[in-house]
Nanobody, 121 residues
Framework: QVQVVESGGGLVQPGGSLRLSCAAS????????MDWYRQVPGKQRELVAV???????NYADSVRGRFTISRDNTKNTVYLEMNSLNPEDTAVYFC???????????????WGQGTQVTVSS
């Protein structure tokens, strides 16, 4: 089994910064893409940022230039550095990790529990 645990959320003022962390543990042979999503109550979950196993990144237009996704493969951890935050960034942020747990098994996606980010003046 694979566990995905997020941390780093909280309350921040507009213009401030937060750094989210997401650590995968358990039976892991290889981690492929690692993603960050966010969701506001009553709205569809949206993709925020993606980083591949080769550290190629992609961002949603709404966060490009403000957010930075990175990973530490020695720790099975992905980070999301969020700068210049505004109230529209308020959401529950979810980590999604694509993991292979056996050499001959297909990769599977695993979700973190979510961490609340609130941007308020």
């Amino acid at each position: 089994q694979v566990q995905v645990v997020e941390s780093g959320g909280g309350l921040v003022q507009p213009g401030g910064s937060l750094r989210l962390s997401c650590a995968a543990s358990g039976t892991i042979v290889r981690i492929y893409d690692m993603d960050w999503y966010r969701q506001v109550p009553g709205k569809q979950r949206e993709l925020v940022a993606v980083i591949s196993s080769g550290s190629i990144t992609n961002y949603a237009d709404s966060v490009r230039g403000r957010f930075t996704i990175s990973r530490d493969n020695t720790k099975n951890t992905v980070y999301l550095e969020m700068n210049s935050l505004n109230p529209e960034d308020t959401a529950v942020y979810f980590c999604h990790v694509i993991v292979s747990s056996a050499s001959r098994s297909p990769p599977r996606g695993y979700w973190g529990q979510g961490t609340q980010v609130t941007v308020s003046s």
